[in-house]
């Protein structure tokens, strides 16, 4: 039996961060073009864009789950006014949600004052341009893991300049992780996907859309 004063408190795994634990169950394997994305839970590699566009959907359909906010279609305008459209705006919600520190969804629900479009978020998420913001995202999510001890980080230098950062998934973390599993969020992705799908193809539309926004141009 344990000692309760000793026992370590469980382990706070967002929907999103759990799409990217178990990447391989939201995402296609990688392909010989594009970015590959390694799954910490598997070591398989799957498509970075959608594993990013995945766990993205997720921590923005959690937030509307939860009440911190609303997914809602608004009329816009586009080709110079000429074209009637429809924008993907994220809104305010009724409830505050304690989200992790560092996690996706913690950043949206403080960012949806001003109930901004889906894809300009996405890309204030994104800040700058890169070759890869699919990875740029997951990176990002592995970083809010690693300061709450979910991942282990490693850092390395090459040429005293350059510093990467290298993942792995203790063996504590994936046990905790196992547990909670991700049928709840395959279930959240689903139901959205079949019973909304004007949403679902708004939402994930979007997340792509500012992904390629925010890619950097090789010319």
């Known amino acids: 039996m344990s000692d309760p004063q000793t026992a370590a408190p469980p382990l706070a795994i967002t929907p999103s961060e759990r799409v990217l634990l178990f990447g391989d169950r939201f995402s296609k394997p990688a392909g010989m073009l594009g970015y590959g994305e390694v799954v910490l839970s598997s070591g398989n590699k799957v498509d970075a864009e959608?594993?990013?566009?995945?766990?993205?959907?997720?921590?923005?359909?959690?937030?509307?789950?939860?009440?911190?906010?609303?997914?809602?279609?608004?009329?816009?305008?586009?080709?110079?006014?000429?074209?009637?459209?429809?924008h993907l705006h994220a809104v305010p919600g009724q409830r505050q949600v304690g989200w992790p520190e560092g996690s996706l969804e913690r950043v949206i629900s403080i960012s949806v004052q001003n109930a901004p479009k889906v894809d300009d978020l996405v890309s204030?998420?994104?800040?700058?341009?890169?070759?890869?913001?699919?990875?740029?995202?997951?990176?990002?999510?592995?970083?809010?893991?690693?300061?709450?001890?979910?991942?282990?980080?490693?850092e390395k230098k090459t040429l005293k300049i350059f510093t990467s950062v290298t993942y792995s998934l203790p063996d504590h973390a994936r046990r905790a992780a196992e547990q909670g599993g991700t049928a709840h969020v395959e279930q959240m992705l689903n139901a959205t996907q079949h019973q909304r799908p004007q949403i679902w193809a708004q939402l994930t539309r979007n997340i792509k859309s500012a992904i390629t926004a925010m890619t950097e141009s090789s010319d």
Do not use: D, H, W, Y
């Open 124 to 154: 204030g998420i994104l800040q700058q341009r890169s070759q890869s913001p699919a990875q740029t995202i997951c990176s990002r999510v592995k970083a809010g893991l690693a300061a709450r001890g979910v991942l282990a980080a490693e």
């Open 50 to 86: 959608g594993l990013a566009t995945s766990l993205m959907a997720a921590a923005f359909l959690a937030n509307e789950q939860a009440g911190a906010i609303r997914l809602e279609l608004r009329p816009g305008k586009a080709m110079f006014g000429l074209m009637k459209t429809e």
